[in-house]
């Protein structure tokens, strides 16, 4: 796996965290935490919780599994991903639009698909 395949599935975990973080049992949330956000190894995350490296690794393999089966079925993150590419293709649109115009259509747009 190259540097920016790692990077890219280290990002699209983090993605899938802040959405189904909840979801998640509090030893998935602590491991993916550590490891995807914090950048622990695998030793030091197995050191801190007395247990060995191939235990942590199962439980971060299936922490990602069930964060790809979450999105499977409910697909929020990719919704979201629609929801900004609209806005951008919306912001585009208005790019000749007076500022003012511009702005509150932003605005409007944010409060419709709930993200303002």
Do not use: W
């Not at 697909?75 to 007076?98: A, F, N, W």
Request: hydrophobic share 35%; net charge negative; glycine share 4%.
């Amino acid at each position: 796996m190259t540097i920016d395949q790692m990077l890219e599935k280290t990002n699209r975990v983090n993605l899938l965290f802040d959405f189904y973080e909840p979801l998640l049992t509090e030893k998935q949330r602590t491991f993916l935490q550590l490891y995807f956000h914090d950048d622990y190894s695998l030793g030091e995350i197995a050191e801190n919780f007395a247990i060995s490296r191939q235990a942590v690794y199962e439980h971060i393999k299936r922490a990602e599994t069930t964060l790809l089966d979450y999105e499977q079925k409910l697909q929020l993150l990719h919704k979201h991903e629609q929801r900004m590419k609209l806005r951008e293709t919306l912001s585009e649109v208005l790019g000749d639009c007076e500022p003012g115009l511009q702005r509150k259509a932003a605005e409007l747009f944010d409060t419709i698909v709930g993200i303002g």
